[in-house]
């Protein structure tokens, strides 16, 4: 709120005043002259010079209004939409919509440069998050795709493993699980596999590891006809 700026204005109110004079009247001794009769004539009275005061304008205070500034609300716990660990409810997961994913990536360059190789390689996303926090994280994950482009059956191709940095308790994590495996139709990541370490690390974090398992089935030969001989 501004402060109030309050002006005083100072009003001379002037007032104009005619004075008249009278002149007396003479007589004579012989024979009576005419009167003469002399008009009084009024004074000119000269307007009394009027000198304005300057107005006198209150330089305006600002007084700084203080604003406290309240803390932000802790985030709400368990977070929404995210599923427990069964045993404990220390650990929460929750894969996200493609409209969830978005918005983080939108707000984390770092995932925005991991998701590029989402566009050649098949890719998860987890959220993840525990109750007193982690020294570190290990996520598994295996990949499944068709067996052939003429099967669709889905058979394993491979196991994804990825390392996540320490987290803060109930601090939510996103985590993108990258793979080496060419992107092609209905090749998913599935079987995610998380734990939540409180003990010291034993290798270094973020780390991403792939490993390939899908072994291209060899394609049955069709059996020749044997020759017919005719006796």
């Not at 099967?151 to 493993?161: C, E, F, I, Q």
Request: charged residues 15%; hydrophobic residues 35%.
């Amino acid at each position: 709120m501004g402060a109030l700026i309050i002006r005083r204005t100072l009003t001379l109110s002037l007032a104009f005043i005619l004075s008249l004079s009278a002149l007396p009247s003479f007589a004579a001794t012989t024979k009576p002259a005419p009167k003469v009769t002399t008009k009084a004539t009024a004074k000119a009275t000269a307007k009394p010079k009027v000198t304005k005061k300057p107005i006198v304008k209150k330089r305006a205070v600002y007084k700084r209004k203080v604003v406290k500034v309240s803390p932000s609300p802790s985030p709400g716990w368990p977070p929404k939409g995210f599923l427990p660990d069964g045993n404990t409810d220390e650990i929460y997961a929750k894969l996200p919509t493609t409209k969830e994913l978005l918005g983080v990536l939108s707000a984390n360059p770092n995932l925005s440069k991991q998701m590029k190789s989402c566009s050649r390689y098949a890719c998860g996303a987890v959220q993840i998050a525990s109750y007193p926090g982690c020294t570190w994280w290990e996520i598994t994950a295996n990949v499944y795709g068709p067996t052939s482009d003429t099967d669709a059956t889905s058979v394993p191709y491979g196991n994804l493993r990825t390392t996540v940095a320490p987290t803060k308790a109930k601090q939510v994590v996103t985590v993108l699980l990258v793979s080496t495996e060419p992107l092609k139709p209905k090749t998913i990541v599935k079987n995610i596999n998380i734990t939540c370490y409180h003990s010291p690390r034993t290798e270094l974090v973020p780390t991403t590891s792939y490993t390939s398992t899908y072994v291209v089935p060899t394609p049955t030969p069709t059996p020749t006809p044997s020759p017919t001989t005719s006796s």
